[in-house]
């Protein structure tokens, strides 16, 4: 059998050191017979594996783990050949340019703001066609304005609350 543990010496170093476990280091004949069975069942069976064990003169539970660790690669070479990874633009793209917008559409759009803070699709369009910006910036424009809106309401008072909230003179 050709398991080693932690203690022995002939184990690199990163792989010793204490709670980790013992690794297995088998034989050509025993990879062999181990992604033979995995080619014709990436799942076996408690009763496949308890055998190949036996056969080859593994512990089972080192075989499991074994085949865990084959499905798993296989998975992640897959997904790294066939598709990028989720939430990853395409590196020859990179990120979208960030629109400037200058001081004659931003008056466009305060006063259209004014106007409506939640325009529909058509007034949207009617902006966009005015500032030749696309609509989908308009849209993000109006977005971020009811956001910055929304937080500076609440940091200056008005003064009529100041009126309200001073104390009466006399």
């Not at 539970?61 to 296989?74: A, H, K, L, T």
């Not at 910055?148 to 009126?163: F, L, N, Y």
Request: net charge positive; with cysteine.
């Amino acid at each position: 059998m050709a398991l080693l543990t932690a203690l022995d010496d002939t184990l690199p170093e990163e792989a010793q050191g204490p709670g980790r476990r013992m690794i297995l280091l088998s034989t050509p004949s025993q990879s062999d017979a181990l992604r033979a069975c995995f080619e014709r069942n990436l799942y076996p069976g408690i009763a496949t594996k308890e055998e190949l064990a036996q056969g080859i003169d593994i512990p089972e539970p080192r075989v499991q783990i074994w085949f865990q660790n084959e499905r798993s690669c296989q998975l992640r070479q897959h997904r790294r050949q066939s598709r990028p990874w989720p939430g990853r633009r395409d590196p020859q793209k990179g990120r979208r340019k960030r629109t400037a917008i200058t001081g004659s559409q931003t008056a466009l759009l305060l006063r259209a703001f004014e106007k409506d803070r939640f325009p529909g699709i058509a007034a949207r369009e009617e902006l966009a066609r005015e500032t030749g910006l696309p609509e989908s910036r308009i849209q993000i424009w109006f977005q971020n304005r009811r956001a910055r809106h929304r937080g500076q309401s609440g940091r200056a008072p008005t003064q009529a609350s100041i009126r309200c909230n001073a104390a009466p003179i006399g």
